[in-house]
T-cell receptor, first 113, second 112 residues
Framework: AQSVTQLDSQVPVFEEAPVELRCNYS??????LFWYVQYPNQGLQLLLK??????LVKGINGFEAEFNKSQTSFHLRKPSVHISDTAEYFC???????????FGSGTKLNVKP | DGGITQSPKYLFRKEGQNVTLSCEQN?????MYWYRQDPGQGLRLIYY???????QKGDIAEGYSVSREKKESFPLTVTSAQKNPTAFYLC???????????FGPGTRLTVT
């Protein structure tokens, strides 16, 4: 069965420090990968996506993610975080033969001054 | 402005009452989705529709119903059969041939 795992439910980090939010999924066959950000009581906003091609993808707000087929991972990174990055981040996967999206349980990023 | 609207933002109901959540999009997207979000559980798919007059159950459809009579509208009814309806509900849409979904602002439903 398809599954998406975000092992870290909360990640505290100091402002201007680097951060990595981890995402693993159950199968690498024909996947499309996404990271979304959610601010409190709001909908989800697309940060970046991997469809094909280069395994390193860049998104909005200075975020980037790397697709690793052998490890079935799609970790999100930012070299220097800001207070405004405090939010919840969701990894999502769509397998090619499905019209459904599968979401991880989310990682709350808490950026401290 | 193109986008997805969900109304109302906050909704309160008494136990045993049915309630309908609105989702409207003017993006001309073919597919629409309803998700339920609970703390620490991510998003769980309730129903989705790829075309007008057609929809499929998601992973947690019990106690919910939907309709898709118009391309731009996909209302969700939370029935009294839903055992734990208090949650944040998110609507999303996607254009055919585009891989990502776009989300509305959500409706927080509280049932007491």
């Amino acid at each position: 069965a398809q599954s998406v795992t975000q092992l870290d439910s909360q990640v505290p980090v100091f402002e201007e420090a680097p951060v990595e939010l981890r995402c693993n999924y159950s199968s690498s066959v024909s996947v499309y990968l996404f990271w979304y950000v959610q601010y409190p009581n709001q909908g989800l906003q697309l940060l970046l996506k991997y469809l094909s091609g280069s395994t390193l993808v860049k998104g909005i707000n200075g975020f980037e993610a790397e697709f690793n087929k052998s490890q079935t991972s799609f970790h999100l990174r930012k070299p220097s975080v800001h207070i405004s990055d405090t939010a919840e981040y969701f990894c999502a996967v769509r397998w090619d033969n499905f019209n459904k999206f599968y979401f991880g349980s989310g990682t709350k990023l808490n950026v401290k001054p | 402005d193109g986008g997805i609207t969900q109304s109302p933002k906050y909704l309160f109901r008494k136990e045993g009452q049915n309630v309908t959540l609105s989702c409207e999009q003017n993006l001309n997207h073919d597919a629409m989705y309803w998700y339920r979000q609970d703390p620490g559980q991510g998003l769980r798919l309730i129903y989705y529709s790829q075309i007008v007059n057609d929809f499929q159950k998601g992973d947690i459809a019990e106690g919910y119903s939907v309709s898709r009579e118009k391309k731009e509208s996909f209302p969700l009814t939370v029935t009294s059969a839903q055992k734990n309806p208090t949650a944040f509900y998110l609507c999303a849409s996607r254009q055919t041939g585009v891989y990502e979904q776009y989300f509305g602002p959500g409706t927080r439903l509280t049932v007491t």
